[in-house]
């Protein structure tokens, strides 16, 4: 079993050297600082319409966060920040948020989107 496992590690870091050493580079990951946090951007531009757990607010016609689970909410904030280009939409219209979103992002009120489909989550499971 362990000769298996080290043959098994072995193998795989020949492999992954042999790859990487075909002088092809890999592009760096682009890191991207936010000017606020995930909890602020919420409590500063996102919690007026949406309400403080995800409720949403019938009177100005937002809808409630709080149905849907991290994965769907991630898609649709996706879909909110870049026009609907995912191609994986439920067909949720977005359009009224997609121009709020682009206005909220020159503001400074940008975020991580699957950062703030976990605190969404993680909000509605402990209100």
Do not use: W
Not at 19 to 38: M, N, S, W
Not at 59 to 70: E, F, G, S, V, W
Not at 79 to 101: A, F, R, Y
């Amino acid at each position: 079993m362990i000769k298996n496992t080290i043959t098994t590690i072995a193998a795989s870091t020949i492999a992954m050297l042999a790859l990487t050493g075909c002088g092809d580079k890999v592009a760096p990951v682009e890191e991207i600082t936010y000017q606020y946090t995930t909890v602020q951007v919420y409590e500063k531009s996102c919690i007026k319409c949406h309400g403080k757990f995800g409720e949403g607010n019938p009177l100005k016609k937002t809808p409630a966060l709080n149905d849907r689970t991290a994965g769907e909410m991630a898609q649709d904030l996706y879909d909110v920040k870049n026009g609907g280009t995912s191609g994986q939409s439920g067909g949720t219209d977005h359009e009224i948020m997609e121009h709020n979103m682009q206005k909220l992002i020159e503001k400074g009120y940008d975020y991580d989107i699957n950062s703030m489909a976990e605190f969404l989550s993680y909000l509605i499971k402990n209100k």
